[in-house]
């Protein structure tokens, strides 16, 4: 439907990609265009007709500001309090869980910019300068986030929607609109498809398809707070300025800085060609009459304003159907959104105060926080199974959590209008802060334990209902066990995470401590770019630190790429190794480990037989071989014990210190079961250290003896 409409018609607006960090941005170097006037002109020859009338209609637009500029903007300069036009608004944040998935906070801090801007409480309307104070505009223009959805439904007008559209997003990334004749909608992305652009919106205009009209900007240009910041946050303000009509203050183009002499059609804003500096006394234009610099409409960064003319533009908008933007503001319309009955409750919520996603380490506190939807709540009953305290009725509580473990927490708010109720299930992971496994090996293999999630794993499926990792029998490293992810098209974009039990790491010795791991994987086509990233925690699984990424084809290891469900053979397994010798990683008492597979919508990918130890690529045989040299000191009885859990070559011999070989113990098979053999009856060692070596199928393993 909406692939006739990629082409932008109309204002899409560069507002730099940089990061502004301050309010006072003056000079910015990398300020970059978007291709506005090229699009116009792909539109116009694409739709014959097309240009005639938007010049038809800007000249009915530019005919009412005259009028009304000889009236000396009337309506706008009376002391009367005109009607305050509140439009609701509804903020569709498209995200993959990264950043752009910004909070509630954020957007509410958004709307707050606003409703300060476009009713000239903006705490730096100090700083216009004196040429232009008596213009600056009260535009007597609000917003308000819904609070009743399309269907009638509860919102907070955010509306969250999981999906690879917040990626070089465009028309077709406007998800979810809700009627434009009852919500100004607004789309934030994580990137915009044209480069250098923060945001677009259109003009209101009896050329813009329905579908598409509303605002797409960067979530980083939304509020002040989070990821936005003061500087980026009045693009909203601008960008509203163009669906309510407003041009930029140099005319119709994306090109500031190019030429005097083209209108905005609004007569109290002085000619300009526009600014990408904060340039306050600049009269190229006109001199020696300073230009407006400081307009909303510009992109100076120093913006604090609208002008009396552009108020009028704005609010004939308004009251125009053009776009229909003359039935947002209707009483009617208020009560269909919700805001007209904002005391009502419509649903319980409540965040935390938890950087790490609710994950603590047992003894950790944090703070909750109530923001149910709309009405303001009176009093408040929670529970916290597993917290201390396991109730509360404050407002925002404190809650210790002492016991590792998977907890709910639920919330009551009430007012004068009723209660609301929510449960968070398993909304507080607890893991322990003594490690779980304190040998000098680790192991896993997954052929005991029973099906993860169990007592030692966890399993982090980030989007429910979706195939996660999970035991399975169809394929094995070593045993009859593994764990896999069954990835298919379906699955593509979706993360799911698997979590080790916590280890200490100071009780493993040796130099070379770290981990590997069997892996198989296939691609189902060459182009799939499936990641496999290994992750280490050493405070709870708060905070990772990556050790190995693995993508596409490198990750598939020779293994050519097939359509069908690939369920790997014995030889299509790779050994994959992670060092964990720095000593943060060496010298913690409770590290975890993390897989974290993000789906192309390749094939399946399993893990088996997990070893850390002090010698870094050595397999589960380890773990089964029992293999021991003893007594140790050496006398007449040191044996040297093993034993096979199969048919095996095997080959024992005794190397001194600087490697040279000095008893060849036993060469040839040998059948399952437990083996000794003595070190004595073959040879008399001179005092020293020594190494056993005991080869089996190939690998390698050394016990260290000392004879004295
Ligand atoms: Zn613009």
């Given at each position: 439907?909406?692939?006739?409409?990629?082409?932008?018609?109309?204002?899409?607006?560069?507002?730099?990609?940089?990061?502004?960090?301050?309010?006072?941005?003056?000079?910015?170097?990398?300020?970059?265009?978007?291709?506005?006037?090229?699009?116009?002109?792909?539109?116009?020859?694409?739709?014959?007709?097309?240009?005639?009338?938007?010049?038809?209609?800007?000249?009915?637009?530019?005919?009412?500001?005259?009028?009304?500029?000889?009236?000396?903007?009337?309506?706008?300069?009376?002391?009367?309090?005109?009607?305050?036009?509140?439009?609701?608004?509804?903020?569709?944040?498209?995200?993959?869980?990264?950043?752009?998935?910004?909070?509630?906070?954020?957007?509410?801090?958004?709307?707050?910019?606003?409703?300060?801007?476009?009713?000239?409480?903006?705490?730096?309307?100090?700083?216009?300068?004196?040429?232009?104070?008596?213009?600056?505009?009260?535009?007597?223009?609000?917003?308000?986030?819904?609070?009743?959805?399309?269907?009638?439904?509860?919102?907070?007008?955010?509306?969250?929607?999981?999906?690879?559209?917040?990626?070089?997003?465009?028309?077709?990334?406007?998800?979810?609109?809700?009627?434009?004749?009852?919500?100004?909608?607004?789309?934030?992305?994580?990137?915009?498809?044209?480069?250098?652009?923060?945001?677009?919106?259109?003009?209101?205009?009896?050329?813009?398809?329905?579908?598409?009209?509303?605002?797409?900007?960067?979530?980083?240009?939304?509020?002040?707070?989070?990821?936005?910041?003061?500087?980026?946050?009045?693009?909203?303000?601008?960008?509203?300025?163009?669906?309510?009509?407003?041009?930029?203050?140099?005319?119709?183009?994306?090109?500031?800085?190019?030429?005097?002499?083209?209108?905005?059609?609004?007569?109290?804003?002085?000619?300009?060609?526009?600014?990408?500096?904060?340039?306050?006394?600049?009269?190229?234009?006109?001199?020696?009459?300073?230009?407006?610099?400081?307009?909303?409409?510009?992109?100076?960064?120093?913006?604090?304003?609208?002008?009396?003319?552009?108020?009028?533009?704005?609010?004939?908008?308004?009251?125009?159907?053009?776009?229909?933007?003359?039935?947002?503001?209707?009483?009617?319309?208020?009560?269909?959104?919700?805001?007209?009955?904002?005391?009502?409750?419509?649903?319980?919520?409540?965040?935390?105060?938890?950087?790490?996603?609710?994950?603590?380490?047992?003894?950790?506190?944090l703070k909750y926080t109530d923001i149910?939807?709309?009405?303001?709540?009176?009093?408040?009953?929670?529970?916290?199974?597993?917290?201390?305290?396991?109730?509360?009725?404050?407002?925002?509580?404190?809650?210790?959590?002492?016991?590792?473990?998977?907890?709910?927490?639920?919330?009551?708010?009430?007012?004068?209008?009723?209660?609301?109720?929510?449960?968070?299930?398993?909304?507080?992971?607890?893991?322990?802060?003594?490690?779980?496994?304190?040998?000098?090996?680790?192991?896993?293999?997954?052929?005991?334990?029973?099906?993860?999630?169990?007592?030692?794993?966890?399993?982090?499926?980030?989007?429910?209902?979706?195939?996660?990792?999970?035991?399975?029998?169809?394929?094995?490293?070593?045993?009859?066990?593994?764990?896999?992810?069954?990835?298919?098209?379906?699955?593509?974009?979706?993360?799911?995470?698997?979590?080790?039990?916590?280890?200490?790491?100071?009780?493993?010795?040796?130099?070379?401590?770290?981990?590997?791991?069997?892996?198989?994987?296939?691609?189902?086509?060459?182009?799939?770019?499936?990641?496999?990233?290994?992750?280490?925690?050493?405070?709870?699984?708060?905070?990772?630190?990556?050790?190995?990424?693995?993508?596409?084809?490198?990750?598939?290891?020779?293994?050519?790429?097939?359509?069908?469900?690939?369920?790997?053979?014995?030889?299509?397994?790779?050994?994959?190794?992670?060092?964990?010798?720095?000593?943060?990683?060496?010298?913690?008492?409770?590290?975890?480990?993390?897989?974290?597979?993000?789906?192309?919508?390749?094939?399946?990918?399993?893990?088996?037989?997990?070893?850390?130890?002090?010698?870094?690529?050595?397999?589960?045989?380890?773990?089964?071989?029992?293999?021991?040299v003893y007594p140790n000191p050496a006398?007449?009885?040191?044996?040297?014990?093993?034993?096979?859990?199969?048919?095996?070559?095997?080959?024992?011999?005794?190397?001194?210190?600087?490697?040279?070989?000095?008893?060849?113990?036993?060469?040839?098979?040998?059948?399952?079961?437990?083996?000794?053999?003595?070190?004595?009856?073959?040879?008399?060692?001179s005092g020293g250290v020594y190494f056993?070596?005991?080869?089996?199928?190939?690998?390698?393993?050394?016990?260290?003896?000392?004879?004295?």
């Amino acid at each position: 439907m909406k692939k006739m409409l990629r082409i932008k018609i109309a204002f899409a607006c560069s507002l730099l990609s940089l990061s502004l960090t301050n309010t006072t941005l003056f000079a910015q170097d990398n300020y970059l265009h978007c291709g506005t006037t090229e699009a116009m002109k792909r539109l116009f020859e694409a739709n014959p007709g097309l240009e005639e009338q938007y010049n038809k209609d800007e000249e009915i637009y530019k005919q009412q500001d005259k009028e009304a500029a000889a009236r000396g903007y009337q309506e706008t300069n009376r002391d009367v309090m005109l009607t305050v036009y509140t439009i609701p608004v509804v903020f569709h944040i498209l995200h993959q869980n990264g950043t752009e998935n910004i909070s509630d906070a954020q957007v509410y801090d958004a709307v707050r910019v606003l409703n300060n801007d476009y009713r000239k409480l903006n705490a730096d309307i100090s700083q216009v300068v004196p040429t232009f104070t008596s213009i600056a505009a009260d535009c007597e223009i609000q917003f308000h986030l819904a609070q009743k959805d399309p269907n009638g439904n509860c919102t907070n007008g955010i509306d969250r929607i999981f999906t690879p559209l917040t990626n070089a997003a465009d028309d077709n990334s406007k998800l979810n609109q809700w009627p434009r004749n009852k919500y100004l909608n607004i789309w934030v992305v994580k990137t915009i498809g044209d480069p250098g652009v923060a945001g677009y919106a259109y003009l209101p205009s009896n050329q813009t398809p329905a579908a598409i009209d509303g605002i797409i900007i960067l979530s980083t240009y939304i509020g002040s707070i989070g990821t936005g910041n003061s500087g980026t946050s009045r693009a909203l303000t601008h960008e509203i300025g163009h669906y309510l009509n407003l041009k930029h203050t140099w005319g119709g183009t994306n090109s500031p800085g190019v030429a005097c002499g083209v209108s905005d059609n609004v007569s109290d804003t002085p000619e300009t060609k526009g600014h990408t500096t904060c340039a306050l006394s600049d009269a190229t234009c006109n001199p020696p009459a300073i230009e407006n610099t400081q307009n909303f409409m510009e992109y100076s960064y120093c913006s604090n304003m609208f002008t009396a003319g552009q108020k009028t533009r704005m609010r004939s908008a308004l009251t125009s159907t053009t776009s229909q933007r003359s039935s947002l503001w209707t009483t009617t319309n208020l009560a269909a959104t919700g805001i007209s009955t904002s005391s009502v409750l419509c649903l319980a919520d409540f965040v935390t105060n938890s950087s790490s996603s609710n994950i603590l380490c047992a003894g950790d506190s944090l703070k909750y926080t109530d923001i149910s939807w709309n009405g303001n709540p009176t009093s408040w009953s929670w529970t916290f199974p597993g917290g201390t305290p396991a109730t509360s009725t404050d407002s925002t509580p404190t809650i210790t959590y002492n016991t590792p473990g998977i907890y709910n927490a639920s919330l009551t708010v009430s007012n004068a209008s009723g209660s609301v109720n929510a449960t968070k299930t398993g909304y507080i992971r607890v893991n322990p802060s003594v490690a779980m496994y304190n040998a000098n090996f680790y192991s896993e293999g997954y052929e005991t334990g029973g099906a993860i999630p169990n007592a030692d794993w966890q399993v982090n499926n980030i989007y429910p209902g979706v195939n996660t990792w999970t035991q399975t029998g169809m394929a094995s490293s070593t045993g009859s066990k593994s764990v896999m992810i069954t990835n298919t098209a379906a699955q593509s974009t979706y993360v799911d995470e698997l979590i080790s039990p916590s280890i200490d790491m100071t009780q493993i010795t040796g130099s070379n401590i770290g981990m590997s791991f069997k892996m198989a994987y296939a691609q189902r086509t060459s182009a799939n770019n499936d990641q496999l990233k290994v992750y280490v925690s050493t405070n709870c699984g708060k905070n990772w630190t990556l050790r190995k990424a693995l993508i596409g084809a490198a990750m598939a290891s020779g293994v050519a790429p097939t359509t069908s469900n690939f369920v790997p053979s014995a030889s299509q397994w790779s050994t994959q190794t992670v060092t964990l010798t720095q000593a943060q990683f060496s010298s913690s008492t409770d590290l975890f480990v993390k897989f974290e597979f993000t789906s192309n919508g390749g094939n399946n990918i399993y893990i088996d037989d997990i070893n850390i130890n002090g010698a870094t690529g050595i397999s589960e045989l380890e773990n089964t071989l029992n293999f021991a040299v003893y007594p140790n000191p050496a006398n007449e009885n040191t044996v040297i014990d093993f034993s096979l859990t199969a048919k095996q070559n095997v080959t024992i011999k005794v190397y001194d210190v600087i490697g040279r070989e000095v008893v060849d113990v036993y060469k040839g098979e040998l059948n399952a079961g437990q083996h000794k053999y003595s070190v004595a009856e073959n040879t008399k060692l001179s005092g020293g250290v020594y190494f056993v070596n005991l080869s089996v199928g190939g690998q390698q393993f050394s016990r260290k003896l000392i004879v004295k």
